[in-house]
Every structure is written in C-alpha cells, then in structure tokens.
C-alpha cells in the first residue's frame, strides 16, 4: 500500500539531506532520521562489523531492517500528517546494488509493501559542501557514483525523481513544501 504522505529526501552522502530534514522539523514537520549513520555509530560503539568497511553485506541488511521497522512504526501510528524520511528502504537496496550484495525476492517483496509518495526528492551532489567524516568516508568520486545509482533505483521501482536544486537550505525546504503542496504546521 502507498503511503502518499511520506516523502523521501535522498541523495548520495554529503549533499545536505540531514540539514534539510532538520529543517523541514524545524518548522512543525514530522520527520525520521536516517538509519545509516545510526547505524554505524551503534556498530562503532560496541566493536560490531556491521559497517560499510568491514562487513558491507552485515551492514545492508542492517540498514535494511532498521528502515522496514522504521517505516512501519509510523505507518503504525496511523497520523494525516506528511513524514519526511532522510532516506528511505530503497537506499538500502541501491547500496545492495551498488555493492553487488544479492537482493533477494522477499526483500523486493517488502520494498513493494512498504511504498512511499511516488514524488522522491533527490539532491544532486554538490562538491562545495561535500565533507567526509568518522562515520562518512566516500570519495568525491564514490559521492557521484552513489547519487546516479541512487536516482537510477528509485526510477526502477518506479518513483518519479525531483532533483532538489543547489540553493539555501532554506530555499530547498520551501522547494519541497512547494512541490509537495503541504503548509508547515506553524504556518
């Protein structure tokens, strides 16, 4: 069933997806963090392999799992209010991919279960913003790899892709209030 009240913000690491969000809770939106860095930080923090540079496949499946339960905690809560998702499931799924990790049919079977708004906004990758840190170690080159294959996985389980332009963060959160054609809950 799609959920057409939950919106994914995505794109490849270091474009501006987490300050986005923040912003879009800023302003009276729920929003879900994403489940990669919490990920990682939790594996940092108890010795575990589940990360990109140890155990990539560990580390899907864990990202996988963590977004299912995510999504249907708030599908659960059964609210009218629009969620916005730094990330979605299918990021776990493109990551499978661009790892060459199998994806298995029961996972493409929960992919299609768990469905979003058609509408995924996707920021481009933006090389003036772009940092790497403890938890973000992809080379520029791998930032721009990650985004194409991102956009070309969300086309292929057919979402429509809205490249967010480079603007403020301000300006990309009133692009995606506008796009979505929802008022901010202070508004």
């Known amino acids: 069933m799609i959920k057409n009240d939950f919106y994914i913000v995505s794109g490849g690491p270091g474009v501006g ?19 990669a860095r919490r990920i990682i930080k939790d594996q940092l923090s108890i010795g575990g392999d589940g990360v990109p540079w140890k155990n990539k496949a560990l580390y899907a499946q864990l990202m996988f799992d963590a977004s299912v339960k ?7 809560v059964d609210s009218q209010e629009p969620v ?3 990330r979605g499931i299918l990021d776990a799924v493109c990551y499978m991919h661009m790892e ?3 994806v298995s049919k029961e996972t493409v079977e929960m992919v299609h279960k768990c469905a979003y708004n058609r509408n995924v ?4 990758p933006w090389r003036e913003i772009y940092e790497t840190d403890s938890e973000r170690k992809q080379s520029w080159k791998e930032a ?4 194409d294959k991102m956009k070309e996985t969300y ?13 403020s963060v301000l300006e990309r959160q009133r692009f995606i209030v506008e796009k979505t054609k929802i008022k901010s809950p202070r508004a």
């Open 144 to 147: 721009l790899s990650t985004f």
């Open 121 to 124: 906004f996707i920021l481009p």
């Open 84 to 86: 916005y998702f730094d």
């Open 70 to 76: 995510t999504y249907e905690e708030i599908k659960s």
């Open 100 to 102: 060459n990790i199998p």
């Open 17 to 35: 997806k987490t300050t986005l969000i923040n912003e879009l809770g800023r302003i009276g939106f729920v929003t879900v963090e994403e489940e």
């Open 155 to 167: 086309l292929e389980y057919g979402y429509h892709v809205i490249e967010v332009p480079k603007v």
